[in-house]
């Protein structure tokens, strides 16, 4: 039998539950756009901007993030990511006007390009080999903040006004001290990194054309996923209170039960993944959406919100299983192949956002949620990744 090393859970919930933080602390700025499209006066388009701002600054800098440190090992440069999200919560919280929420957004892109390359690194290598079930636990903190946001915006958000986002600094401060302890722990794994003996670098497991058109292809189910995304998040709210009249803070926790649809969705496709392949779960997750996506626009308020929590459960399953088949096709790029997924991630994001934000208001929300019900469709490209996963070994007494 082979010896193993075991996962370090304690290192995988802590950097999960700063993941937690900081996209709750991102998601604030989805769940308060009602208030600031009120106290501002701003328009669909204004709306999608903000979005654009913040996952813009995000999908730019993350590859560049991640291939600094392949090269050269940062580990406190978690708790700085967790700073500029802070500073971008109190300009938010004060903001007087529309530029400076655009700043506030910058700044909370900005901790996001800096923390998710880097703790996406930690969570690997506090994995134990199972790349996947860690991968997953990673992103369900991150999942779980974003459901997190909806729900406290319309508990004290919506009744206390904009100001009060300034409370939520102290989460900020939280999740500064538990990074600077993973911080500790991962420059410790570093520096014993560095005393073993050099291994040799890993090999691709497909020549390079291979490998460039499988990350083209899991590129494209990125968008897809991720503009579809960008319509239900960014517009669920405006499109529940338009089409079935509900309240504001109503309209909150429909979003916040989307969305905690979505984490407990991500908990599935690394584990799972880490059975029977990536390949299998980025088909099912993505192309299997598509029937829910396109009856959602037809639903009355209970199948709305039913087809929802189907298609967070089935949707969200596919990120952690891109994100490690892709670390699996470019081995010890780690950081660069995160931050290529993240920033793209963000980016299609907040692309969507704002395309979507024009049409919504040009045309409808409505409308809108009847043209993104194709996109999951295009799942079925999923069809053309190689399978690169070696053939398991199983360990005799």
Do not use: C
């Amino acid at each position: 039998m082979t010896d193993r090393p075991s996962a370090s859970f304690g290192v995988l919930g802590a950097i999960s539950a700063s993941h937690m933080i900081n996209d709750m602390m991102q998601s604030l700025i989805l769940a308060i756009y009602p208030i600031l499209k009120g106290d501002f006066h701003l328009s669909f388009g204004q709306i999608g901007l903000i979005t654009l701002t913040y996952q813009l600054t995000a999908s730019l800098f993350q590859p560049l993030v991640g291939l600094y440190t392949d090269r050269r090992s940062t580990p406190y440069s978690l708790p700085v990511g967790m700073s500029f999200t802070l500073i971008g919560l109190i300009l938010l919280a004060f903001a007087p006007s529309f530029a400076i929420v655009l700043l506030a957004a910058a700044f909370v892109g900005t901790g996001s390009s800096i923390f998710h390359p880097e703790s996406s690194r930690v969570a690997r290598m506090a994995s134990g080999g199972r790349h996947g079930l860690a991968q997953s636990l990673f992103q369900v903190g991150g999942n779980t903040g974003s459901a997190l946001g909806p729900l406290v915006a319309a508990a004290i958000i919506v009744p206390f006004g904009q100001r009060s986002v300034a409370w939520f600094g102290l989460a900020a401060l939280v999740g500064i001290l538990l990074l600077t302890q993973v911080s500790k722990w991962y420059a410790v794994q570093q520096a014993a990194a560095k005393a073993r003996p050099a291994q040799r670098a890993a090999v691709p497991p497909l020549p390079r054309g291979k490998v460039i058109g499988a990350i083209g292809v899991l590129l494209l189910l990125i968008f897809s996923k991720y503009f579809y995304i960008a319509g239900i998040s960014s517009f669920y709210t405006f499109y529940l209170m338009d089409k079935f009249g509900v309240s504001v803070q109503s309209a909150q926790v429909y979003l916040f039960v989307f969305l905690f649809a979505s984490a407990l969705g991500t908990l599935v496709g690394g584990p799972v993944g880490d059975r029977i392949g990536r390949k299998p779960v980025i088909w099912a997750s993505i192309l299997g959406v598509a029937p829910f996506a396109l009856l959602l626009p037809h639903a009355d308020l209970f199948w709305t919100t039913t087809l929802t929590i189907i298609i967070g459960l089935i949707l969200s399953s596919a990120f952690s299983a891109i994100l490690v088949y892709a670390q699996e096709l470019m081995p010890g790029k780690v950081g660069m192949v995160s931050g290529l997924f993240f920033g793209f991630a963000f980016g299609m994001g907040g692309l969507g956002a704002a395309l979507l934000g024009l049409l919504a208001d040009h045309t409808s929300i409505d409308f809108v949620y009847r043209v993104i019900a194709y996109l999951p469709l295009l799942g079925i490209v999923a069809a053309l990744l190689p399978n690169v996963e070696r053939p398991r070994r199983f360990a005799t007494a």
